[in-house]
């Protein structure tokens, strides 16, 4: 059987930080569904915050404004002390990136270059270009080779195993081999990223199905504020590849089919540069008023910016509007619509990533802190990566030396899982009648987007939750069709639906649940926040096959609840 000490499930940013911040004497593995440059990370592209102060424009940031914007970003749902955390630790982690060889863009005279990002008070967005994540992620990739990180690429975990309530490992699908096999591990970090394909729009890459998240729930651990999903303002109408922040950020202008811009009148004042979730919502607004092109996208107008400006500051956003629209924006504006972005909830952590189940860590998107809250601020998912990975990797490692032998009988509990997984991969192929896996796919990603997406209503997500629930019940009738067990992408996505399943429920159950507007999560029939009643956390928990919800305090320090106002 594979042993190591640490295992580490996912390896974009999240994963990687972790890796690298793993106690050295002992043994440590990093496995994924994809090569480590491929996972979602690699598309970032418009920044990452830290309060450097470089711009003329942002003497006066500090570390307590940092966190006041992402607190009030959040609409006061994140945990004060947590994203106090991720800001104090911002200013060293872009230094360490830095040092590490992250080539960041650069302001006249040498300084790390920054930009200013949606709900942020002063320009604080350090980036390369528009290639961020990218240029983050090759240069922690190759810390990892340089430190000999143990790799295993093309790996689906397919089941957390826990024996009295502790970490023994988990059963992963190898690619190559067509096998599934056990792996012991004292302790496993989850850093499996979000779950965006859920939805037809969305600006995430094909691996983000939530199957990571899907199986930590499945094993007992509770998720966090699922119903907090990010839609970005700015998909490129019809593929909803990301037309990133920084093209706002650079002085991008929102248009509508009058000519106007509209968001005068939902953010006077930061007008393009409002949070997310504010943008997100006027843009769809204005289609659905009639004020859209074609009843499906507004302009995104970067005509004035100048060309030298486009080449120098959005070469990728160029290349995208050239290769996937066909138009060159120093010439004419972008066709532009929201699409499923982030998912501020997860796998529910405490500061130190760690969870409920001794052994058990999660840092990068599938984990909640919370430092998002309901609504994240462009730029702080990329610092939240490097800072929280950091630190459940030394967490990781604490448990890791501490835990002896780890559970009684933890090897038998992982062949058993083994057996568990093999069997039902059997069950899928002895049938010889039920429902092919695309079909369901296609059905949640139709049922989400259209029943829980940038506007909610009780009518729609109850229609949401039946419809998943009738969904895990035509699960039970799922067929493979194919008998070649290597490399095969039907297995891959029948495991990732049976993962999603749960997951999906407790989104949509939890927008059912919470009966009030906040951040992202905007239901039209309540269309105010109201602290008195829900200035709480949701929590999901899978009990007996079911999905129940509970709630937890917000951490509060000491930014009072305030209207947003931008
Ligand atoms: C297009 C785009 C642009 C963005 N731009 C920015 C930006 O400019 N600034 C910013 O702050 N944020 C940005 N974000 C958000 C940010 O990039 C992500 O939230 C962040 O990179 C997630 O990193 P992660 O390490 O948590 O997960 P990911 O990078 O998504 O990695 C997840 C990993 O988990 C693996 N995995 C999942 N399930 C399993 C399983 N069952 N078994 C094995 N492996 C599994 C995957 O293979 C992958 O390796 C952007 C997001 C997108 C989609």
Redesign the pocket.
């Known amino acids: 059987m594979i042993r190591h000490d640490i295992l580490i ?9 972790a890796a690298l911040s793993a106690d050295p004497k002992l043994s440590t593995a990093v ?4 090569h ?1 440059l ?12 830290a309060p450097l102060g470089n711009s003329p424009a942002g003497r006066d940031d500090s570390p307590e404004r940092h966190a006041y914007d992402t607190v009030k970003g959040g609409d006061f749902l994140a945990d004060q002390d947590a994203a106090e955390l991720m800001c104090r630790e911002a200013v060293p982690t872009i230094i360490e990136l830095e040092h590490l060889g992250v080539p960041f863009s650069r302001f006249p005279g040498g300084v790390i270059a920054q930009r200013p990002f949606g709900g942020a008070g002063f320009p604080r ?1 350090c ?1 390369a270009a ?1 290639r ?2 990218q240029v983050m ?1 090759h240069t922690l990739f190759e810390q990892a080779l340089k430190r000999n990180v143990k790799l295993y690429n093309e ?4 089941k957390l195993v826990l024996k009295n309530g502790r970490c023994c490992g ?1 059963v ?2 190898a690619y190559d081999r067509g096998e599934f096999v056990p792996i012991r591990a004292r302790a496993v970090v989850f ?4 779950y ?1 394909r859920l939805y037809l729009r ?4 094909y ?7 899907g ?1 930590a729930f499945q094993a007992g651990l509770p998720l966090k504020d699922m119903e907090f999903i990010q839609f ?1 303002p700015t998909s490129l109408y019809g593929k909803n ?2 037309i ?3 093209a706002r950020g650079e002085g991008g202008y929102l248009v509508n089919c009058r000519g106007k811009r509209f968001m005068a009148d939902y953010a006077p004042q930061a007008m393009e540069l409002a949070p997310r979730d504010i943008v997100a919502r006027a843009i769809q607004t204005e289609i659905d008023r009639g004020r859209g092109f074609e009843g499906e996208y507004v302009h995104l107008d970067l005509t004035h910016l100048g060309r030298d400006k486009i080449l120098k500051r959005l070469p990728a956003i160029r290349e995208i509007c050239i290769k996937f629209a066909g138009l060159d924006p120093v010439e004419t504006p972008i066709p532009i619509q929201p699409a499923q ?3 501020m909830g997860g796998i529910d952590v405490g500061n130190d990533c760690a969870t409920g189940v001794p052994g058990v860590f999660a ?5 909640c802190v919370s430092v998002h809250g309901a609504n ?1 601020l ?8 490097v800072v929280f ?1 950091k630190i459940a990797g030394r967490s990781a490692s604490l448990y890791a030396r501490g835990a002896g032998a780890g559970p009684a009988g933890a090897e038998k509990a992982l062949q058993d899982g083994l057996r568990k997984v093999e069997k039902q991969v059997e069950g899928w192929e002895k049938r010889t009648e039920g429902v092919p896996i695309h079909h369901l796919l296609q059905r949640m990603k139709v049922l989400m987007t259209a029943k829980a997406g940038v506007f909610r209503d009780r009518k729609n997500l109850r229609e949401a939750v039946d419809g998943v629930l009738q969904m895990r019940r035509d699960y039970g009738r799922v067929i493979r069709t194919g008998r070649n067990r290597r490399y095969s992408q039907e297995i891959v996505n029948i ?2 639906f049976e ?1 999603s399943l749960e997951l999906a429920e407790a989104i949509t159950r939890g927008a059912l649940h919470r009966e009030e507007t906040r951040g992202s999560h905007f239901r039209t029939d309540f269309p105010k926040r109201d602290d008195k009643k829900w200035l709480k956390h949701t929590l999901a928990y899978l009990r007996n096959g079911k999905v129940e919800l509970g709630s937890k305090k917000v951490r509060f320090t000491k930014y009072k609840p305030e209207e947003r106002k931008y």
């Not at 491929?38 to 915050?49: K, L, T």
């Not at 840092?363 to 984990?367: H, I, Q, T």
Request: charge should be negative.
């Open positions: 499930v996912g390896n974009g940013l999240a994963g990687l930080a496995i994924s569904k994809v480590p491929r996972s979602h990370s690699v598309a970032a592209q418009g920044g990452v915050n967005t980036y528009d961020t994540g992620l790996f689906m975990v397919t988990v992963a699908y850093a499996v990223g979000g965006g969305t600006t995430n890459a691996t983000t199905l939530g199957s990571g998240i199986l970005h590849i990301l990133s922040e920084a972005h982030y998912s840092a990068g998107e599938c984990s994240r462009g730029g702080n998912s990329l610092l939240e990566t990975g495991f990732e993962h």
